[in-house]
């Protein structure tokens, strides 16, 4: 043991027996020989006493009632969170799914009569043909036929009167030997327009 | 019927082990054994018995909340000082963030903030009460890093390896620690020791 520093570094060790023998000789030769490091040791197995013999405080008498007060709190908060959590996100994900599915099929529907009103029956009440009621566009370069009407019977006659077809009244659908996709009925408009019919064909 | 500790004392992992399982009267013996040895760690290493006692309530909660975050592995004393250590040393730096805006606000006078040595004058403190509330003021004073390792080694009385565990650090740095924070307070309290 060279220094007093070094001792210092040492102190606890040696009063915990922890050092290995050669280095205990060591410093009870240095304390020997150096009273203030002696003087040292000794404190610190003072203080260590007196901080193991603090004597000690209690809690005070409502403490067990604050403390099952504050856990039944808690209780409720974990049986609030668990019942937010009730389904698995095994079930939760499918729902969640589903709901959107849902909701983007309205929003296409939606969308879908809003552009089937703007394009066709403004169109048809803008035509001066529609005080009669009745109104036929066809288009000159794909020879497609659309008939706006007030009635369905009427929409029918005149497809029937230029595709001479037969037209099944109660399905609004095309009976045709010939190839479906030449003649079109658009059922759609018979919901979408209100009153307005159209029937289209094309040949 | 599980294997309990000696004699008919259940160990503290095994209460936890029950109350993992939904026994709330383990947790109610788990309070009884260590509310008392919290608050006293507690206390002197923030010297308020008022917050102390809340921060035991605290720690107790978090206890109750994380049940399921303990594993047997682990030594339950060294978990529940851990969290009763963190929430001491969470209220000490709101308190140093509480001061600072306080000396903040009233500008800084040097009368108000110079602590003169004379208060702890050897002659004014005879009896042994006396003499505690000298070692608990000077254990308040150590800086909180060599406060908590003095208070769990030599008040708590645990061992270097489970402090070692609480606190995070290695082994010989606890040691080491150790022996800084005793050099430090015998050098304080010098006097005292040696009357």
Known sequence: MNSCHQCETLISKYIEGELDYNSKLQIEKHLRDCQPCASKVNNFKVLRKNLGELSSITVSADFDTILRANIRIEKRRERHKRASLFYPWKVRV????????LVVFVLIMVFSQTSNRNLYSPQAAMNPEWKNGLVIQQNLSSGAITVYSLDRESAIDVISQHTSKYLDEQNMAVATNADSSTLAVNRKLNNLSGNIYQTSMSY | MAIEGKGNRPTDEDLIERFQNGDLYAFDLIVKRYKNQLLNFIFRFLGNTEESEDLVQETFLRVYRNRTAYQKVAKFSTWIYTIAGNLAKTELRKRKRR??????????????YDISDDAYNPERYVDSKMKEEIIHEQIIALSAKFREVILLRDVQQLSYEEISKIVNIPLGTVKSRVNRGRLKLQEKLKYLLER
């Open chain 1, 94 to 101: 499918p729902i969640y799914g589903m709901s959107l599915a």
């Open chain 2, 99 to 112: 001061r600072f805006f306080s000396i903040s606000e009233l500008g800084y006078n040097e009368k108000d």
